[in-house]
């Protein structure tokens, strides 16, 4: 896409981002908010895909930091804010120990561990309610900024902003060529001097803690958690659809395909309560058969360039 529409569109977005709380009443804010969420999630989805590595985990990190926040305000009497960087450094730090074990692992193999600790994340909080509540989850007696609509619209979008910048600086950083190399032929990056485990590892252990942070944003601004809430398999699909749709191995992908998708699933969510996931399923499976390189790609191909 060209470099200057991109610009154009990225100042468009953050000044229609700013003055929106001016503009909307208290249920499009609360879209917004879950539309910057799902974005932000799609961005760190897509910053490890540039690796080559296909992770399921998102719901896995994003709960861990979820109750990471909430029991530390709870357990700790931390401040609300504190404790949502609390979530980050926590899911971070069970990345690299967790990172370890499985980073070792590639394609297909990798994916379904990912997709299995996101299972075993849930199952370990769901039974220890001595210390987690298990089942009937935590409930806080306040929310952050007193459930202030724009306040909490204002932390979402430092959410965003911090997977911006990791994926901005993934993009323009020595970080895009280890990565891009490790995915086109990791043979020839390993032959090349390239240190794979250490990228791959920088890689999941950044993605991870962005999830996390993003599931305390997420816990601090509804006061409450539960495994079954806050695993839900919807923090995995959606996001992976989105920069699925949009175009991946960029930061303008997910974006876009967030923005799209992230409407539609608010609507898909009125119509089909029960049935949404299913949709978003559907929409992976068409994107990868009929569109694999997303909105970006038929841009592209579109103005004569590459696919």
Same mark, same amino acid.
């Given at each position: ?84 960087? %609390?979530?980050?450094? %926590? ?29 075993? %994340? ?47 600086? %993934? ?137």
């Amino acid at each position: 896409m060209n470099k200057n529409l991109v610009r154009i569109l990225g100042v468009l977005a953050a000044v229609i981002a700013v003055v929106l709380p001016a503009l909307v009443g208290a249920y499009p804010l609360q879209v917004a908010r879950n539309v910057i969420l799902y974005m932000a999630l799609a961005i760190t989805w897509d910053m490890l895909l540039r690796s080559g590595q296909v992770s399921f985990g998102i719901a896995g990190l994003f709960g861990l930091g979820a109750y990471a926040s909430i029991l530390g305000v709870l357990r700790v009497g931390m401040d609300p804010l504190l404790s949502i960087v %609390f979530a980050g450094i %926590f899911s971070g730090v069970v990345a690299a120990a967790v990172g370890f074990l499985i980073l070792r692992l590639r394609a297909l193999y990798f994916s379904i561990v990912t997709l299995a600790l996101a299972e075993i %994340f849930r199952i370990i909080i769901h039974n220890t309610p001595d210390f987690t509540r298990g089942p009937e989850g935590v409930v806080l007696d306040s929310v952050i900024f007193g459930g202030d609509g724009s306040s909490l619209y204002w932390l979402t979008l430092v959410g965003l902003g911090l997977a911006l910048a990791a994926s901005i600086w %993934f993009e323009r950083s020595k970080i895009h060529f280890a990565l891009t190399a490790i995915r086109n032929n990791e043979t020839a990056a390993r032959a090349s001097g390239i240190h794979i485990f250490r990228w791959l590892l920088l890689a999941f252990v950044v993605t991870s803690s962005i999830q996390g942070f993003l599931g305390g944003i997420f816990v601090q601004s509804y006061g409450f958690a539960t495994p079954d809430t806050v695993f839900d398999a919807n923090y995995t699909l959606l996001p992976l659809a989105m920069a699925l749709l949009g175009g991946v191995h960029s930061t303008v992908g997910p974006v876009l395909g967030a923005i799209l998708l992230g409407l539609t699933s608010e609507w898909l969510k009125l119509q089909l309560p029960y049935g949404h996931l299913v949709v978003y399923g559907i929409i992976i499976i068409l994107v990868i058969l009929f569109m694999p390189k997303g909105l970006i790609g038929l841009f592209r191909k579109a103005k004569g360039g590459k696919a």
